[in-house]
């Protein structure tokens, strides 16, 4: 049984992570609110954030903003069978009648300039119907290449409040992919901030809204047994794996331009890595942890083309058998050319080259069409001497491990050694764990309901900053070219649906003596 430590609960870090704040009446303005995105994620998020305790303010406002040509009331239907289907929190129709008045809908069609002014006429009036005061919050969920387009019209309409110390605000959620590349990111923040601040604008990775990616941190910070053995004194390795048993679901169009090591490496994996490898901030404030964070990207040195071909690899997933069902292979997916090179898996080793970390590999893996849907983080500990028990007969000691477990079933878990009952000495492993579900009661709320409050309160912490998004393409754009100047020392190898990679994968971490978990 767990037994929670008041000491534990007053701690400032803890605080900062849970504390109840207060939602000022504000109106969140969703382009591309007829996509899934939207009746998937973001709406039910809402519906749920407006149950819980405390609720959102009665006059929270949401206006969806797409081509289609919706009424009012096919888009809170649209919202409504949403939040039927997907929010955590069970469909209540009081609650909902009460929500849905602040649901609306304007028809824009990203390009047309007078479509802008109206919808800001829109937003004038709605602030002094529902006395949102000017605050808005803008969520960009369509396709990156409308991104420049509908900021730049935004700021001409004068829908944008260019200030953080005003009496209202104005924010930008931005949805990934963050650009293709370095070059493409760094023009994308330059057109950003034409219109908003840094800090008005939140990159958002629905990652880091896991509770337990979040308790990285206070496992790490707020725990006095875990800290002072975080180093390459007593760790061997780490591992992150990222894994999905589906395919691109419809996605091939966009999975084409992007890949597994843009689409998934470039923001889930290393925002992973650096919240294990950060050093310990200064204080909670969002820039100081940002700031430790874009330290261990910059502590990452991108590789040379020769380090790409033995430290990565890179896989597709052929067509084959799940189970009892046939499922095609990814170059037989629609919007996928019959010959396409594109990676569905990715595999990788990277050194992070500070005090800390150093000699410590951090192996990263991840990919559509493995055997099970699990994104987990493991920190394997080096093993003890074995001398003491040399001749006793016991069985070789296993390294301990400390697996962070991000979905599904979110928790913690402690892997070391028990001697087993009876005359001889046989070591037996064994866990300890911690699940949020039975622990806590129920499932803890979703990634995208953490993140739209931290924004509706100007909490931009768990958001990614412009040089930690510019330090992470560095490093994935050094991968690219390694691939694409020596196709042949790192070619796309095909593996079989529901298994675990290309053979390559498990080989080139078998060179350094040792093995990926399984999960």
């Not at 609960?9 to 939207?38: H, K, Q, W, Y």
């Not at 008045?101 to 390009?111: A, H, L, P």
């Not at 061997?236 to 996605?251: L, N």
């Not at 949020?436 to 924004?455: I, K, T, V």
């Amino acid at each position: 049984m767990l037994v929670e430590n008041p000491s534990v609960v007053d701690n400032p870090l803890r605080a900062g992570l849970s504390e109840t704040r207060t939602v000022a009446p504000c109106i969140m303005v969703i382009f591309g609110a007829t996509g899934d995105l939207t009746q998937r994620k973001l709406l039910p998020a809402l519906y749920s954030l407006a149950a819980d305790q405390p609720p959102l303010p009665a006059n929270f406002t949401v206006v969806g903003v797409a081509r289609r040509p919706w009424s009012d009331e096919e888009f809170r239907q649209y919202a409504e069978d949403g939040v039927k289907e997907f929010a955590r929190q069970p469909y209540d129709p009081a609650l909902w009648e009460t929500f849905a008045k602040g649901i609306s809908y304007c028809q824009v069609e990203f390009d047309d300039d007078a479509a802008y002014r109206t919808l800001t006429e829109k937003l004038t009036q709605l602030d002094q119907e529902r006395g949102t005061n000017g605050n808005r919050i803008f969520y960009l969920a369509t396709p990156p290449r409308y991104y420049d387009d509908i900021v730049q019209r935004l700021g001409a309409a004068g829908a944008v409040e260019r200030t953080t110390t005003g009496p209202s605000f104005s924010r930008l959620i931005v949805e990934k992919p963050f650009g293709h590349d370095r070059e493409s990111a760094m023009r994308l923040n330059a057109e950003l901030n034409q219109v908003f601040k840094e800090d008005q604008i939140y990159r958002i990775d629905h990652y880091l809204g896991k509770e337990t990616v979040q308790n990285i941190l206070v496992l790490r910070f707020g725990n006095g047994i875990f800290e002072p053995i975080w180093t390459r004194e007593y760790i061997d390795h780490v591992q992150i794996t990222v894994a999905e048993s589906i395919g691109v679901e419809g996605r091939g169009g966009y999975y084409e331009e992007a890949g597994t090591l843009r689409d998934m490496v470039q923001n889930h994996m290393l925002q992973l890595t650096t919240l294990v490898a950060m050093e310990p901030p200064a204080g909670f404030a969002a820039n100081l942890v940002r700031d430790e964070k874009v330290k261990v990207l910059h502590a990452i040195m991108p590789m040379s083309i020769d380090e790409v071909a033995e430290c990565t690899v890179r896989g597709q997933y052929g067509p084959g058998w799940i189970g009892s069902q046939e499922v095609p292979g990814y170059r037989e997916e629609k919007g996928v050319a019959p010959n396409s090179p594109t990676d569905t898996f990715v595999a990788a080793k990277i050194a992070i080259d500070n005090w800390r970390w150093a000699g410590v590999p951090f192996y990263l893996r991840t990919g559509k069409r493995l055997p099970k849907r699990i994104s987990e983080v493991a920190i394997q500990f080096k093993r003890p001497p074995f001398s003491l028990f040399r001749n006793t007969g016991a069985d070789e000691l296993q390294p301990n491990i400390l697996s962070m477990r991000i979905q599904p079933n979110e928790g913690i878990a402690l892997k070391f050694g028990v001697k087993a009952p009876g005359q001889a000495m046989h070591i037996r492993t064994m866990n300890m764990e911690f699940l949020y579900g039975s622990s806590f009661g129920g499932e803890p709320p979703e990634a995208y309901e953490r993140l739209l409050l931290d924004c509706m309160v100007g909490d931009s912490t768990l958001f990614t900053r412009r040089d930690e998004t510019e330090a992470a393409w560095e490093l994935v754009d050094a991968i690219e070219a390694g691939w694409q100047t020596e196709p042949d020392a790192n070619p796309v190898e095909l593996y079989d649906p529901g298994t675990w990679g290309p053979r390559r994968a498990e080989e080139f971490i078998e060179r350094d003596g040792r093995s990926w978990r399984r999960l």
